[in-house]
């Protein structure tokens, strides 16, 4: 590329492991252009980053397109293998950090995180090409070959965790089933200062026996293909089912009222797991399509079920794997299919397929 030739990026230069480095913002039109990703046929030792997951690219490009006034990504950081210069803004201490990042039109850029980012924003651009004007942060190191640029994702990832599934739910504003979840948690009495809105699982000696996530989770199922008004009909009749649940359980209101612990109840009983609040969700959303006006009375069998834990006859091989509580798509079939066969309601074949599986799987341990 013959000299002169440039990209100019405004930029505030920084120092980090006594290296400098460079922040810059990069209108979103040239991503495509000047991060390119072309390593997917090279073996992992050669590459600089994980390999491009496409199935996640029309999820994350729809994300953008669907909330164009409050869509938010973090910055991408590359590593350019070029020399750079920077020309400052003064000479003060202040103004010698803002300054001019130029990098050669030559200049080789790896992304060090952001590919998918990257590749997201260039798919919605597409659809919707006005968002092109519109930028994204960018990082900017100085490469030094191949091994520091793995070593850069490596320490890049290395404290990424994902939030727990709660804290998601808690706080996220768009899911329509995220805000019908903290809608019944706030109404529905038998929820009352049980719930935990932040992690995903309880230890041992938490005082709460429910997690926001679970109770996300199993609401959704309850009301799915429903036809119901949104948000206010839908909390009500959601809040109204699990009342009714609580009613047929008092292991539950004990432990609002101080008389057991939650520790012992979920170690005792399996009433108040993810699995069985699913199967909840499952048989309540048969009883509101089939019985809209007397469900509340055939849940009433609920009460004579045998919730404990020790119970291996109903529940290993269902809730139950080894002693263990699953959390398997399996296991709530399996004991959505129980609680249905106590409450004298029909299965569907799904469920029907599933006890036959069950069932062989006895007689061949037998």
Not at 139 to 150: H, K, M, S
Request: hydrophobic share 45%.
């Amino acid at each position: 590329m013959a000299a002169g030739f440039e990209y100019a990026f405004p930029a505030i230069r920084g120092i980090q492991a006594n290296r400098e480095f460079y922040v810059s913002m990069c209108p979103l039109r040239l991503l495509p252009k000047l991060f390119l990703f072309n390593e997917d046929e090279m073996i992992p030792e050669l590459r600089a980053q994980r390999q491009l997951n496409k199935a996640r690219l029309p999820e994350m490009a729809r994300y953008v397109l669907e909330n164009p006034s409050n869509y938010v990504f973090s910055a991408i950081t590359a590593s350019v293998d070029a020399d750079v210069t920077f020309e400052t803004f003064g000479t003060d201490a202040e103004t010698r950090r803002i300054g001019v990042l130029h990098i050669p039109m030559s200049a080789r850029f790896v992304l060090n995180d952001g590919q998918h980012r990257r590749a997201a924003i260039e798919l919605a651009m597409r659809e919707n090409p006005s968002i092109g004007d519109e930028s994204i942060a960018v990082v900017f190191f100085l490469d030094q070959g191949l091994a520091r640029c793995q070593q850069m994702f490596a320490d890049l990832n290395r404290y990424a965790i994902r939030p727990a599934r709660s804290l998601g739910v808690l706080y996220d504003h768009r899911d329509d089933r995220a805000l019908l979840a903290k809608m019944v948690v706030a109404r529905a009495p038998v929820f009352r200062d049980v719930v935990e809105m932040e992690r995903t699982t309880l230890a041992p000696r938490s005082r709460r026996l429910f997690t926001l996530s679970a109770i996300y989770s199993a609401t959704g199922a309850l009301l799915a293909h429903l036809d119901l008004e949104q948000g206010e009909e839908r909390a009500q009749i959601a809040a109204s089912y699990w009342d009714a649940i609580g009613a047929q359980i008092p292991q539950w209101g004990m432990v609002q009222a101080g008389k057991l612990s939650a520790g012992e109840v979920r170690e005792d009983y399996l009433h108040s797991h993810g699995v069985v609040l699913q199967a909840f969700g499952r048989v309540g959303n048969v009883l509101l399509q089939t019985q809209p006006k007397n469900w509340m009375k055939t849940l009433a069998g609920l009460g004579s079920i045998d919730w404990r834990r020790g119970n291996s006859a109903l529940w290993e091989g269902r809730a139950l794997i080894n002693g263990r509580v699953s959390k398997a798509q399996q296991s709530v079939i399996l004991t959505t299919s129980a609680i249905k066969n106590h409450l004298g309601l029909d299965l569907t074949p799904e469920e029907l397929s599933a006890e036959n599986t069950l069932q062989r799987g006895e007689l061949d341990n037998g």
